[in-house]
T-cell receptor, first 111, second 114 residues
Framework: KQEVTQIPAALSVPEGENLVLNCSFT??????LQWFRQDPGKGLTSLLL?????REQTSGRLNASLDKSSGRSTLYIAASQPGDSATYLC??????????FGSGTQLTVLP | GAVVSQHPSRVICKSGTSVKIECRSL??????MFWYRQFPKQSLMLMAT?????????EQGVEKDKFLINHASLTLSTLTVTSAHPEDSSFYIC??????????FGEGSRLTVL
């Protein structure tokens, strides 16, 4: 059974710091890996999607990498801001559709 | 990006009643929609996959007679929690598939069963 693990479970940093969120998965057969943001009591906002053939994706201050051989993905956030505070979820897709989610990293950026 | 509208955002009901949650794709056609459940401080767990015009496929451990899913059109899927009990209280989120592998999520529905 596919398992997706996210470390750390919670992270608190001062504003302006660069930070890395980690995601590992057990199934090396991967279609894509996605990172989402979830604000309290809200749905999911897609941040970055890395296809199996790609190694990284960038959007603004966010950069996500994918290493299929080690079963790992990282989300790098540069120059963090209080507005970045949220829970970040990674999700592995082993087929075209079904996603297996990690338990998330709850990020707090302190002003 | 594409928009998925989910209603209601919050619902409180008495034990034993049924609750319907709607999920609409507003600017794309979703042949496939997924329903997830999320308990506090836990991640999303896939409940079922619904395809327009056919029966939903339920994940192991999810009671199909309790969680009725209807996907009658390419833009609407509904989840009905029948005879709800307090243990059904959770956050339910739907997602619609646009292009293969491209998923768009609704805002979620917080169900509280008293």
């Amino acid at each position: 059974k596919q398992e997706v693990t996210q470390i750390p479970a919670a992270l608190s940093v001062p504003e302006g710091e660069n930070l890395v969120l980690n995601c590992s998965f057990t199934d090396s057969a991967i279609y894509n890996l996605q990172w989402f943001r979830q604000d309290p009591g809200k749905g999911l906002t897609s941040l970055l999607l890395i296809q199996s053939s790609q190694r990284e994706q960038t959007s603004g201050r966010l950069n996500a990498s994918l290493d299929k051989s080690s079963g790992r993905s990282t989300l790098y956030i540069a120059a963090s801001q209080p507005g970045d505070s949220a829970t970040y979820l990674c999700a592995h897709s082993g087929s075209a559709r079904q996603l297996t989610f990690g338990s998330g990293t709850q990020l707090t950026v302190l002003p | 990006g594409a928009v998925v509208s989910q209603h209601p955002s919050r619902v409180i009901c008495k034990s034993g009643t049924s609750v319907k949650i709607e999920c609409r794709s507003l600017d794309f056609q979703a042949t496939t929609m997924f329903w997830y459940r999320q308990f506090p401080k836990q991640s999303l767990m896939l409940m079922a996959t619904s395809n327009e015009g056919s029966k939903a496929t339920y994940e192991q451990g999810v009671e199909k007679d309790k969680f009725l899913i209807n996907h009658a059109s390419l833009t609407l899927s509904t989840l009905t929690v029948t005879s709800a009990h307090p243990e059904d209280s959770s956050f339910y989120i739907c997602s619609g598939e646009g292009a293969p592998g491209e998923l768009f999520f609704g805002e979620g529905s917080r169900l509280t069963v008293l």
